[in-house]
């Protein structure tokens, strides 16, 4: 027997039947666990079972093909799958979530997709997005770029847990962006009832298909119901959250659009870029770069590692307004100095999330930026200046490209009704 079979084990206190499920590292090896039909996990001690009965063997449950039909009524929208849980579902035998479904396997499980685009299918990776890397943002903005000629939009099916650092990746890799690129994804598995993914990926599509805007936004429930769905601007973006269908909220912006099952988008910020016939070109990536949140006694020589590992900037994620330490015994400023002095260009941000960083508000401030060198980003989130930084490290003027509002990154002034909504 393995794990995903349904057995029945038969003990001194009883019979049980269920879905047998790998042992824990964190349980000793004579422990056997079971999923009951109630969805509870149980642990029987191994010598307590005087029998056991195969019932059913398990089997991989994917869903059949679905071979597309094109509809000349209907726009033509591409769903490029990246993996993540949107496109996971509980793989019995490691006892963990895989991502498996491919974008073509959506449609076989949300038919409804076909009613509102004609869909082209492209799996781009498989893989969970904390396991994302820069390069894997290139090879996204490389297949987007191919696709985006052959349709009204595009849909990414995406991982959640970095979705924002790809949201704003993208929003600087693909320069002069035509057509509205939706990202995607699922707190919870398309395999589970209480998964979001179908209201979602609906959303998405219908967005990728209808709305007037050549955007990167993601698309995810505003609420913790299925009342509808906000298009977040992609440099704008957070996810606030570990498990809440609602983890996305915008930060220091209004959500673009809201997207409602049955159809209908409501503009709800009319401060976005409207669909064109440009081409989309791509800039590059750079690197490497160094992110450091500043904290309590946190130790120079992490930036004095990162100037020894020829870094190309550094970016300090820094307290309230834009505060480091410079004037204990563990100041930063000759740290800083030395980067100076190797050329390598320092920006900073707020950690606070909402806000904004401010270069004269006090001395210190005053010292890092007229003596120490350094560049305030503003109200620029650091997922978003970390990504926004690895695309201006291959132009002729990092710095300029910085500073300039590329993709909505910066706003003139903080939404008073937007903090903590």
């Not at 509980?90 to 073509?104: E, F, N, W």
């Not at 959250?241 to 209004?254: K, M, V």
């Amino acid at each position: 027997m393995k794990p995903g079979d349904k057995v029945q084990l038969t003990t001194c206190e009883g019979e049980f039947i269920g879905t047998l499920l790998p042992r824990p590292e964190l349980l000793s090896n004579d422990i056997t666990v079971l999923k009951l039909p109630s969805g509870y996990n149980i642990g029987i001690e191994t010598k307590k079972i005087k029998k056991k009965t195969l019932l059913e063997e398990y089997q991989t449950p994917l869903p059949k093909k679905t071979t597309l039909s094109h509809n000349n009524n209907l726009p033509t929208v591409a769903i490029l799958s990246t993996g993540g849980t949107i496109s996971s579902r509980v793989d019995y035998r490691t006892g963990g979530v895989a991502s498996d479904y491919s974008a073509q396997d959506f449609v076989a499980m949300c038919p409804e997709l076909a009613q509102i685009a004609n869909l082209k299918t492209v799996k781009v990776m498989s893989m969970m997005s904390e396991d994302a890397m820069t390069n894997d943002w290139k090879t996204m903005a490389d297949a987007i770029q191919t696709i985006l000629p052959k349709a009204d939009g595009v849909v990414i099916t995406h991982g959640t847990d970095t979705m924002h650092y790809t949201s704003a990746a993208l929003s600087f890799l693909l320069k002069d962006l035509c057509k509205p690129v939706i990202i995607t994804g699922a707190q919870r598995s398309i395999d589970r009832g209480s998964s979001d993914a179908f209201m979602n990926l609906i959303c998405a599509v219908k967005a990728a298909a209808q709305w007037n805007a050549a955007e990167i936004a993601i698309c995810m429930h505003a609420t913790m119901n299925d009342d509808y769905c906000q298009l977040l601007r992609g440099t704008k973006v957070r996810k606030m959250h570990s498990s809440r269908r609602d983890a996305f909220r915008a930060i220091n912006d209004e959500p673009l659009a809201r997207v409602y099952p049955a159809g209908k988008i409501e503009t709800t910020d009319t401060n976005y870029r409207k669909r064109g016939d440009t081409s989309t070109n791509l800039r590059s990536l750079g690197g490497p770069i160094a992110l450091i949140h500043i904290h309590p006694d946190i130790d120079p020589g992490i930036i004095n590692y990162h100037i020894k590992q020829k870094v190309k900037a550094i970016l300090l994620a820094a307290t309230g307004l834009g505060n480091v330490p410079l004037h204990n015994t563990k100041t930063l400023a000759p740290a800083l100095k030395k980067a100076k002095q190797a050329k390598i260009p320092v920006f900073i941000c707020t950690q606070t999330i909402y806000g904004r960083a401010h270069s004269f508000v006090y001395n210190t401030m005053r010292d890092l930026s007229i003596t120490l060198g350094a560049h305030y980003l503003g109200d620029m989130l650091p997922e978003t200046a970390y990504a926004k930084l690895c695309v201006a490290l291959k132009e002729k003027n990092p710095i300029a490209f910085m500073n300039e509002n590329i993709a909505g990154e910066y706003t003139d002034r903080e939404v008073d009704d937007s903090f903590l909504r």
